[in-house]
């Protein structure tokens, strides 16, 4: 696929990603949002916080089943997009529902686990987003870049339990998140061991020390790069 | 009983009906001339909207009553497209799309157990057993949110002095109707269904707690729980059973369908209290629907004056 194409792909994604927010938007200006406005955002928001974090984490699993490398170039954006919406939610709550009451908020996250849950997650999305940049990988060096960043496991987590705590009785939906997130999980914990496996045999030539893991960030950024010449 | 609330207005105050009824089709018949005029005939949409499916016929006769609260009521779609009503899905606004598959007629009430006149009330008659009321009231979800409803209807203690309990009647036991063909998520197990409520005897006999058959003077939507549903407005709105088959009278207290489902969350009484949080939320504050800012939550929902008697010396906390 040639650079111009993928340009085309990634604004194609770009605005789909922001449908979600233009929804809302419109069904404010046309009086949609139902009886309880504040409600319908909070949970819109937060559907597509853990729907893009979800996407997100389904970027590699794609990529390595589908064996088309290009979709690495859209999981940054991706990424940032869960943090986006993951922002909205917040500022829904911290603004709308809340209305900046800080005793009530401080005494909400220290009492009610499931909002315990969905502000740490919250917090943990805030360096991810900060260090998504090309210069943060390269200040901080891979190795370091991406254990940072698989702290993105514990945020999903804690998203799906974010969502699973808040409801009710009814816990289907929460319950197709958590499966999907398991899935990819496990995924990864199989590839993780694959490769832990075939790096305990004999190193196939003797200037491959570094980890695999490691290898395949290089890779993820490496294919990056004709990204950065557009740009 | 001690109520605290003006004395019912006198008749000569109240509106002769014909001139009542005149009066309303005078103001339908302008307002849809008003309508036409403003907007070229554009009716269609108004007359076409989602709950005119569901839309009851106007009750006649019904009485005011001192018991109604004088906030603005909710506006009629609100409490039409908001509802938790699990058996026709657990989103609020599932209930008004597919509450059309209820059928209400014929509907049967049967009300046994422990009482001198077990009987099964067609509910055409069981809406003629004591005058109509309007009984304007606050609700209070659970969730955290608020509404106040015009609802139409008639003491409990009306229906109870008919059946006349016996001594061993200590609490009422209600049944909403189990039937996954006209209620469709009763096929999947969110809830132990039937849904089951109850109230303690003197709850029930309370004269606040009511049995309801419409809304805004009209029959009430299938949404909202038709054809009769409870009102409990000082317990949170769970407590007010909608589309009930059946009433009994127990001597231990009923297992409810909140309390089976979640009983660390939901106790037997379930008095709106600011003072006792949900276990994973607080119940300080509620959001009034069409308020953006949330107001601070009364004790009993704002009738304690009325029920508080109803619960001293219990320790509010245990007996959530």
């Not at chain 1, 922002?87 to 900046?100: A, E, G, I, K, V």
């Not at chain 2, 209600?174 to 006209?182: G, N």
């Not at chain 2, 909202?224 to 009930?244: E, Q």
Request: charged share 20%.
């Amino acid at each position: 696929m040639t650079v111009k194409s993928f340009t085309m792909i990634r604004v194609a994604v770009f605005l789909l990603c922001l449908l979600p927010l233009g929804r809302l938007g419109w069904l404010g200006y046309t009086g949609g949002l139902g009886a309880n406005p504040i409600e319908f955002i909070t949970r819109s928001t937060g559907t597509w916080t853990l729907t893009f974090l979800l996407i997100t984490l389904g970027v590699t699993p794609a990529r390595k089943l589908s064996g088309w490398n290009s979709l690495i170039k859209l999981r940054r954006m991706l990424g940032l997009y869960a943090f986006f919406y993951g922002s909205l939610h917040f500022t829904t709550y911290f603004w709308l529902d809340q209305f900046f009451d800080m005793a009530a908020i401080v005494k909400d996250v220290a009492k009610r686990p499931f909002i315990t849950v969905g502000f740490s997650s919250f917090l943990l999305l805030i360096p991810l987003a900060l260090t998504s940049t090309r210069a943060m990988i390269r200040r901080l060096g891979g190795k370091r870049w991406q254990q940072l960043h698989r702290l993105v496991y514990f945020i999903a987590i804690g998203g799906v339990f974010h969502f699973l705590w808040q409801v009710k009785a009814d816990t289907r939906r929460p319950t197709i998140y958590g499966v999907v997130l398991a899935i990819l999980l496990t995924y990864r914990l199989a590839m993780g061991l694959r490769q832990k496996h075939s790096a305990s045999a004999p190193p196939a030539s003797p200037g491959t020390s570094r980890s695999p893991a490691f290898q395949s960030l290089a890779e993820e950024i490496e294919f990056e790069k004709p990204l950065e010449r557009i740009r | 009983m001690l109520i605290n609330k003006a004395r019912d207005i006198k008749s000569s105050e109240i509106t002769d009906k014909e001139v009542y009824l005149n009066r309303r089709q005078f103001l339908a018949a302008s307002s849809l001339a008003a309508a036409a005029v403003a907007t070229g005939a554009g009716l269609g949409g108004v007359l076409g909207s989602p709950q005119q499916a569901h839309a009851g016929t106007k009750l006649t006769g019904v009485r005011k009553s001192p018991f109604s609260t004088n906030e603005p009521p909710t506006p009629f779609k609100d409490i039409t497209t908001y509802n938790n009503f699990y058996e026709f899905g657990t989103d609020k606004d599932t209930p008004a799309e597919r509450a059309g598959s209820l059928i209400t007629r014929p509907w049967t009430v049967k009300v046994e157990g422990e009482i001198k006149h077990a009987k099964v009330y067609d509910i055409d008659n069981l809406m003629k057993l004591s005058p109509l009321e309007e009984r304007i009231y606050r609700l209070r979800c659970v969730e955290g949110w608020s509404m106040v409803i015009p609802w139409v209807g008639f003491p409990l203690n009306a229906l109870i002095k008919q059946a006349e309990p016996t001594s061993r009647a200590k609490y009422v036991e209600f049944t909403t109707l189990l039937d996954p063909k006209q209620m469709p998520e009763q096929r999947r197990s969110v809830l132990d269904w039937p849904y089951v409520e109850g109230l303690r005897m003197d709850e029930a006999m309370h004269p606040l707690a009511i049995l309801v058959v419409g809304l805004y003077g009209e029959t009430l939507p299938n949404q909202d729980g038709a054809p009769i549903r409870l009102v409990v407005p000082w317990k949170y709105g769970f407590k007010s059973i909608k589309s009930i088959v059946r009433i009994r009278f127990v001597e231990n207290q009923p297992q409810t369908a909140w309390m089976k489902s979640s009983p660390r969350e939901y106790g037997f009484y379930s008095n709106v209290n600011p003072e006792v949080d949900h276990p994973r939320w607080s119940q300080a504050r509620e959001r009034r629907i069409g308020e953006i800012f949330k107001r601070q939550t009364l004790m009993f929902n704002g009738y304690a004056d009325q029920v508080a008697h109803l619960y001293r010396g219990m320790d509010l906390k245990t007996y959530f």
